[in-house]
């Protein structure tokens, strides 16, 4: 199988560790990744936003970039979403026929890692280890786009030594929202305040989640208040060994 | 009358700053979180009640669907079955034209007062003002917006219109105005539910013996009967749509449904999707007229007023499958901090952020689709599955597009996303300018972290600290450990 990971652009830049423990993951359980240099952005904070036109030259980037790979693994949930739900609708409105060809072509090889693992290679015990206490939240994309369900929380249940507590409210926004956060940034930080108190309620050392953007946001918040909670991706609880434990 | 002129009350300030002083209101939030909870978790236990809920969604969503593809044909019908039981039909392109045709209406029969019946079209057109200027008082029966109108406030919410207000607030508005509007409220009232309820009851008692007009909304209407239906809590509907001597009901042309057999199905999302409850205690309906009982005289004025418009649109017409339930708005995020005044439009929440730029033109109402974070909730909520997420960035996009042909400056937005477009669509960009923020970053983060910054980082940054970007990017990080001895390794620049 012929996988590639697509970093997106944000996990590039500032997460990534992300990447190298999505990487040490697959490769531990005996893949091959490759990782194509020419690749960029979902499009995602231009569609969103109404940028239509500019999230044109991303989508088809994104479909030559990914083109005859088996799946394109990627540690984004609402990045993932954006490929499969909304290429298609950019391609329609502003390609050619070539390009929402392409964009049929690439969409179904496009898979969140939960997914990945889980559905496709069929595994739920990575063999991790991560002796901490853990909470989760379910990012929006990944639970409504996505619907990725449970499999985030039946990888991390596997975990040796870890011990997982339930997130009070967890299928509520954080408040992130991408450009949201700037273009009603009162709002957006009320919502916030009300995930960190029930972050705060679980005692968890560690808030883990399948994307950078809502964790850099609670994050954010929480680090601001001093609360010692640190934030952590999915991907890097599941790379953490007995001989690699953070 | 043209853009925002046919939806009341645009005038209020664009969504983010209406937001920032609702969100200073810390009793209506509380009131708000302790309201939108209760009817939330009621809402899920009674739909999990029903093996067939998720079928009968879909064969809502069906039926609204194909009813909107052929609406002319169904509102022909319906007229001619409302006129064949003895009704009388009008058509409104407007609210001014609506307003006018009531007016009219009520002026004919030698009346200077009206009963209503709690309905989202007439405060949509603001039937109540336009009647005022005529001479002709409007009394709200429902008694969330007996509430609403005593305290001379605004709705909050399409179902709870009140949903605002504490017991303690209520009393002392119906302390201070129920004498002013008719029966005073008793010297002793307490906030006491019961209490207010009493005193609600007997100041409207008064009402409705006194009656002889009185106007309504509509729920559904169906085509092949002409039958009317409304759906209601509290009985106070049906004492206004049986004790006057003429019904006059304002209906947007997009509540009508091809059957009365269609009912079936929205009888029972209704009332699951926006009280919760498994039947509301009261569904009225009524067939033209019918001699020497009920009304002997009754209009039905058909509401276009920006429905037409949004009904040529392909991704927007959905919203116009809305059945008003508001079970969006109960499980939004986003209306559940800032309540419904901050939307500026008698639709607030979800389904107001796209229905109402829809009606109005984006321009009228361009930080609505913006009022948003995206979370889906209220898809998965709609009773009759509109996506109204789908919607929300469609008409992002059209409000973009708006501004692009309005102005001939572009605005810095415009700019910095054309900007990011460039950077994000080319790897050697994108690579150059991780560096530089690597770099950048490093000269203001303290202990990784960057806290408050000023300029356009002021934003994000006075709530949230934001990680410093590491120095090396996965990109470089690859290329550095994986690609040595490779040959090309950078993008072409596109």
Same mark, same amino acid.
């Given at each position: 199988m012929r996988i590639a990971l697509f970093i997106t652009c944000f996990n590039d830049t500032m997460f990534p560790r992300t990447g190298k423990a999505v990487i040490a993951l697959l490769e531990r359980l005996g893949h091959t990744v490759e990782f194509p240099q020419e690749q960029t952005c979902c499009g995602q904070m231009h569609f969103n936003t109404g940028y239509r036109p500019e999230t044109l030259p991303m989508v088809r980037r994104f479909c030559e970039v990914f083109a005859g790979y088996d799946a394109v693994v990627t540690p984004s949930g609402s990045c993932a979403a954006m490929v499969r739900d909304h290429h298609r609708t950019v391609a329609a409105q502003y390609g050619d026929a070539t390009l929402a060809e392409a964009v049929e072509r690439a969409v179904p090889a496009v898979y969140e890692l939960s997914e990945f693992l889980v559905?496709? $290679? %069929? /595994? #739920?015990? $990575? %063999?991790a280890y991560f002796p901490h206490r853990v909470t989760y939240h379910p990012t929006c994309h990944s639970l409504r786009m996505l619907r990725v369900g449970d499999r985030p929380l039946r990888l991390l249940r596997a975990v040796k030594g870890i011990d997982l507590v339930e997130l009070p409210a967890a299928e509520s926004c954080c408040g992130f929202g991408g450009t949201f956060a700037l273009k009603n940034a009162e709002v957006s930080a009320a919502m916030l305040a009300d995930k960190m108190r029930h972050v705060l309620d679980t005692g968890a050392e560690f808030l883990c989640a399948g994307d950078n953007s809502c964790l850099t946001h609670i994050g954010g918040g929480l680090s601001r208040l001093r609360t010692g909670v640190a934030t952590i991706h999915l991907a890097e609880i599941l790379a953490c060994t007995e001989g690699s434990a953070l | 009358m043209s853009g925002a002129d046919n /939806?009341?009350?645009?005038?209020?300030?664009a969504f983010p700053e209406a937001a920032r002083g609702a969100l200073n209101d810390t009793r209506m939030r509380a009131n708000l979180r302790r309201a939108t909870g209760t009817i939330r978790d009621r809402r899920l236990a009674v739909t999990a009640e029903l093996d067939d809920w998720e079928e009968l969604r879909h064969r809502a969503a069906e039926i609204k669907r194909r009813t909107l593809r052929h609406l002319d044909g169904h509102l022909l019908r319906l007229e001619e079955a409302v006129t064949a039981a003895g009704g009388t039909v009008h058509w409104a392109a407007d609210a001014a034209e609506a307003n006018r045709i009531v007016t009219r209406l009520v002026k004919a029969t030698g009346e200077s007062e009206v009963v209503k019946v709690k309905s989202m079209a007439t405060q949509e057109i603001g039937l109540n003002e336009a009647l005022a200027e005529a001479g002709i008082r409007a009394y709200e029966t429902d008694l969330a917006e007996l509430i609403v109108q005593l305290g001379g406030d605004r709705p =909050? &919410? @399409?179902? /709870?219109? +009140? @949903? &605002?207000?504490g017991r303690s607030e209520i009393r002392e508005i119906f302390r201070r105005e129920m004498g002013e509007w008719g029966r005073p409220a008793p010297e002793? $009232? #307490?906030?006491?539910p019961r209490d207010l309820a009493e005193a609600a009851r007997l100041h409207l008692r008064e009402r409705f013996l006194r009656a002889k007009v009185a106007v309504s909304g509509a729920n559904f209407a169906a085509a092949d009967t002409g039958t009317v239906v409304v759906v209601e809590s509290e009985g106070n509907g049906r004492m206004c749509l049986t004790l006057p001597q003429t019904l006059i009901t304002v209906m947007g042309i997009e509540k009508v449904l091809p059957s009365f057999v269609d009912l079936e199905v929205f009888l029972q999302l209704l009332p699951r999707s926006s009280t919760g409850e498994r039947m509301n205690p009261y569904t009225s309906m009524w067939t033209g007229v019918t001699k020497d009982d009920g009304p002997q005289e009754f209009h039905l004025v058909l509401l276009d007023n920006g429905r037409t418009a949004t009904l040529a649109e392909e991704v927007g017409r959905q919203a116009l499958s809305c059945i008003r339930c508001s079970a969006c708005l109960n499980v939004c995020p986003v209306y559940e901090r800032? %309540? %419904? &005044? +901050?939307?500026?439009?008698?639709?607030?929440?979800p389904i107001g952020a796209v229905l109402t730029p829809q009606l109005v033109g984006v321009e009228n109402a361009a930080s609505l689709p913006f009022a =948003?974070? $995206?979370?889906g909730a209220c898809y998965d909520a709609c009773p009759v599955k509109i996506n109204i997420p789908e919607v929300l960035v469609h008409l992002r996009a059209k409000t973009v597009e708006a501004k692009r042909r309005d102005r001939l400056l572009p605005t810095s937005e415009a700019l910095a996303m054309k900007a990011a477009s460039a950077v994000l669509s080319s790897p050697r960009r994108l690579s150059a300018a991780q560096r530089l923020a690597a770099l950048g970053a490093r000269l203001v983060a303290r202990d990784g972290r960057i806290g408050p910054l000023p300029g356009p980082l002021a934003r994000w940054t006075a709530t949230r600290d934001t990680p410093a970007p590491p120095r090396e990017s996965l990109r470089a990080w690859w290329r550095r450990t994986r690609d040595e001895g490779r040959t090309t390794v950078e993008g072409d620049g596109r």
């Amino acid at each position: 199988m012929r996988i590639a990971l697509f970093i997106t652009c944000f996990n590039d830049t500032m997460f990534p560790r992300t990447g190298k423990a999505v990487i040490a993951l697959l490769e531990r359980l005996g893949h091959t990744v490759e990782f194509p240099q020419e690749q960029t952005c979902c499009g995602q904070m231009h569609f969103n936003t109404g940028y239509r036109p500019e999230t044109l030259p991303m989508v088809r980037r994104f479909c030559e970039v990914f083109a005859g790979y088996d799946a394109v693994v990627t540690p984004s949930g609402s990045c993932a979403a954006m490929v499969r739900d909304h290429h298609r609708t950019v391609a329609a409105q502003y390609g050619d026929a070539t390009l929402a060809e392409a964009v049929e072509r690439a969409v179904p090889a496009v898979y969140e890692l939960s997914e990945f693992l889980v559905d496709v $290679l %069929g /595994v #739920t015990d $990575l %063999g991790a280890y991560f002796p901490h206490r853990v909470t989760y939240h379910p990012t929006c994309h990944s639970l409504r786009m996505l619907r990725v369900g449970d499999r985030p929380l039946r990888l991390l249940r596997a975990v040796k030594g870890i011990d997982l507590v339930e997130l009070p409210a967890a299928e509520s926004c954080c408040g992130f929202g991408g450009t949201f956060a700037l273009k009603n940034a009162e709002v957006s930080a009320a919502m916030l305040a009300d995930k960190m108190r029930h972050v705060l309620d679980t005692g968890a050392e560690f808030l883990c989640a399948g994307d950078n953007s809502c964790l850099t946001h609670i994050g954010g918040g929480l680090s601001r208040l001093r609360t010692g909670v640190a934030t952590i991706h999915l991907a890097e609880i599941l790379a953490c060994t007995e001989g690699s434990a953070l | 009358m043209s853009g925002a002129d046919n /939806v009341v009350w645009l005038g209020s300030p664009a969504f983010p700053e209406a937001a920032r002083g609702a969100l200073n209101d810390t009793r209506m939030r509380a009131n708000l979180r302790r309201a939108t909870g209760t009817i939330r978790d009621r809402r899920l236990a009674v739909t999990a009640e029903l093996d067939d809920w998720e079928e009968l969604r879909h064969r809502a969503a069906e039926i609204k669907r194909r009813t909107l593809r052929h609406l002319d044909g169904h509102l022909l019908r319906l007229e001619e079955a409302v006129t064949a039981a003895g009704g009388t039909v009008h058509w409104a392109a407007d609210a001014a034209e609506a307003n006018r045709i009531v007016t009219r209406l009520v002026k004919a029969t030698g009346e200077s007062e009206v009963v209503k019946v709690k309905s989202m079209a007439t405060q949509e057109i603001g039937l109540n003002e336009a009647l005022a200027e005529a001479g002709i008082r409007a009394y709200e029966t429902d008694l969330a917006e007996l509430i609403v109108q005593l305290g001379g406030d605004r709705p =909050s &919410h @399409i179902l /709870v219109p +009140a @949903i &605002h207000r504490g017991r303690s607030e209520i009393r002392e508005i119906f302390r201070r105005e129920m004498g002013e509007w008719g029966r005073p409220a008793p010297e002793d $009232l #307490t906030d006491d539910p019961r209490d207010l309820a009493e005193a609600a009851r007997l100041h409207l008692r008064e009402r409705f013996l006194r009656a002889k007009v009185a106007v309504s909304g509509a729920n559904f209407a169906a085509a092949d009967t002409g039958t009317v239906v409304v759906v209601e809590s509290e009985g106070n509907g049906r004492m206004c749509l049986t004790l006057p001597q003429t019904l006059i009901t304002v209906m947007g042309i997009e509540k009508v449904l091809p059957s009365f057999v269609d009912l079936e199905v929205f009888l029972q999302l209704l009332p699951r999707s926006s009280t919760g409850e498994r039947m509301n205690p009261y569904t009225s309906m009524w067939t033209g007229v019918t001699k020497d009982d009920g009304p002997q005289e009754f209009h039905l004025v058909l509401l276009d007023n920006g429905r037409t418009a949004t009904l040529a649109e392909e991704v927007g017409r959905q919203a116009l499958s809305c059945i008003r339930c508001s079970a969006c708005l109960n499980v939004c995020p986003v209306y559940e901090r800032t %309540g %419904g &005044h +901050a939307y500026g439009s008698v639709y607030p929440g979800p389904i107001g952020a796209v229905l109402t730029p829809q009606l109005v033109g984006v321009e009228n109402a361009a930080s609505l689709p913006f009022a =948003s974070t $995206l979370c889906g909730a209220c898809y998965d909520a709609c009773p009759v599955k509109i996506n109204i997420p789908e919607v929300l960035v469609h008409l992002r996009a059209k409000t973009v597009e708006a501004k692009r042909r309005d102005r001939l400056l572009p605005t810095s937005e415009a700019l910095a996303m054309k900007a990011a477009s460039a950077v994000l669509s080319s790897p050697r960009r994108l690579s150059a300018a991780q560096r530089l923020a690597a770099l950048g970053a490093r000269l203001v983060a303290r202990d990784g972290r960057i806290g408050p910054l000023p300029g356009p980082l002021a934003r994000w940054t006075a709530t949230r600290d934001t990680p410093a970007p590491p120095r090396e990017s996965l990109r470089a990080w690859w290329r550095r450990t994986r690609d040595e001895g490779r040959t090309t390794v950078e993008g072409d620049g596109r």
